[in-house]
Structure formats: structure tokens, C-alpha cells
Nanobody, 119 residues
């Protein structure tokens, strides 16, 4: 059993910052990578940032330059630092974890955390 739990979402004013956290727990043999996606109202699901267990990062275009992702592989925890948030960043942010569990490798998703940007 695997659980993916996000936290850190909430209300922030335009131009403000927010940090998101995600913890993967359960029967995990090996963590391959973790990533943050977002679903903006009226838009398709898009990748914000991803990181491998070794620290290799990749960023989507939507928030490139305004976010930084990091990982604690020992704790199976990923962090997302978001800066200069704008109303268009309001979305549900989802954590994804690509994991080996026994002989299988698969993606696991959290329930999402709401980020609201409003004055």
C-alpha cells in the first residue's frame, strides 16, 4: 500500500510565495522520481516540476523560473517552493510519485492541495 499526501496549499496574495510538501509512504522498494502537476480551471493538467531520487530536476514552462523543487530521498519527501504567484496560478496542485513496489513500477497520485491566489 502506498499513500501520497500533499500539504501546504492555501490562500496567498498576488506576488506572494508558498511552499508545498508531499510525502510518499507505505510499501516502497525504491523511489524513482516525484513531481508536481497542477490543474488550472479551464486548462489541461500540466507538469510544474519533477525530480529524480538523485536530484535531477526538470521544469515545465508554466512556472519556470518561479518554482524550485527539491527532494529528501531518505524520507520520500518532495518540496516545491513557489514564488511570485499570480491569479493564473490558482489551481489544484497534485503530487506524483513514480515508485517500485515489489516487482512493479507505477505512478501514484495524491488527492491534491488547493492553491488560491487572491487579494
Amino acid at each position: 500500500q502506498v499513500q501520497i499526501v500533499e500539504s501546504g496549499g492555501g490562500l496567498v496574495q498576488p506576488g506572494g510565495n508558498l511552499n508545498l510538501y508531499c510525502v510518499a509512504s507505505g510499501t516502497i522498494n525504491s523511489l524513482v522520481a516525484m513531481a508536481w502537476y497542477r490543474q488550472v480551471p479551464g486548462k489541461e493538467l500540466e507538469m510544474v516540476a519533477s525530480i529524480t531520487r538523485y536530484g535531477t530536476t526538470a521544469y515545465g514552462n508554466s512556472m519556470k523560473g518561479r518554482v524550485s523543487i527539491s527532494i529528501d530521498s531518505l524520507k520520500n519527501t518532495v518540496y516545491l517552493q513557489m514564488n511570485k504567484l499570480q491569479p493564473e496560478d490558482a489551481a489544484v496542485y497534485y503530487c506524483n510519485a513514480n515508485l517500485w513496489t515489489g516487482p512493479s513500477r507505477a505512478d501514484y497520485w495524491g488527492q491534491g492541495t488547493q492553491v488560491t491566489v487572491s487579494s
